[in-house]
């Protein structure tokens, strides 16, 4: 089974930035067609974030766009999110997933 770990999340001002990392443990053909989602205070489903398709296309949430980069270390089997500028409205858990396997999720708080 595949172990998805993700690290990275703190809390920042906004317009402050902050890098997370997911890696992958365990059997897994390529850390593409992944993505990261998050669960925001007081919401009970996870949003999709950031995509990184299959062909290594990227898709973005129209709220981050602009802001957030997904890439990832197809070597290494380490997806990352770049999140820059952050807003208020960031703050939330946010976790990786990839062929139904989910992270425990790392929290990322944004506030003054």
């Known amino acids: 089974q595949v172990q998805l770990v993700e690290s990275g999340g703190g809390s920042v001002q906004p317009g402050g930035s902050l890098r997370l990392s997911c890696a992958a443990h365990?059997?897994?053909?390529?850390?593409?067609?992944s993505g990261w989602h998050r669960q925001a205070p007081g919401q009970q489903q996870r949003e999709l974030v950031a995509l990184l398709t299959s062909s290594g296309t990227t898709k973005y949430a129209d709220s981050v766009k602009g802001r957030f980069t997904i890439s990832g270390d197809n070597a290494k089997k380490i997806l990352y999110l770049q999140m820059d500028n952050l807003k208020p409205e960031d703050t939330g858990v946010y976790y990786c997933a990839r062929a139904g396997s989910w992270g425990r999720g790392t929290q990322v708080t944004v506030s003054s």
């Open positions: 365990g059997t897994i053909s390529s850390i593409y067609n």
